[in-house]
């Protein structure tokens, strides 16, 4: 069963397929710039202490981004 979250919502270690960024979201385009697109498989490595930043896996490089920023991606679940 498939099912949908936002990345931030992703529990550590688990992983998913970006279906879309919210259009408007404030950091959309850099989060593209950055290789977060629609089919790309993204994987949640670790949360700070205080719930910011998180750091993920995407197309085999480490990236820190705000919690915020992560709340406008939607992953599909596998």
Do not use: F, W
Not at 8 to 23: A, K, P, Q, R, T
Not at 58 to 73: K, M, P, W
């Amino acid at each position: 069963m498939e099912s949908k979250c936002k990345l931030s919502d992703l529990s550590v270690g688990s992983e998913g397929v970006v279906e879309e960024i919210c259009e408007g979201a404030r950091g959309a385009l850099q989060l593209r710039e950055m290789g977060i697109l629609p089919g790309t498989r993204v994987q949640l490595v670790r949360v700070a202490p205080m719930g910011d930043p998180l750091e993920i896996l995407v197309r085999g490089y480490h990236l820190s981004i705000r919690s915020a920023e992560a709340e406008q991606v939607l992953v599909k679940i596998d």
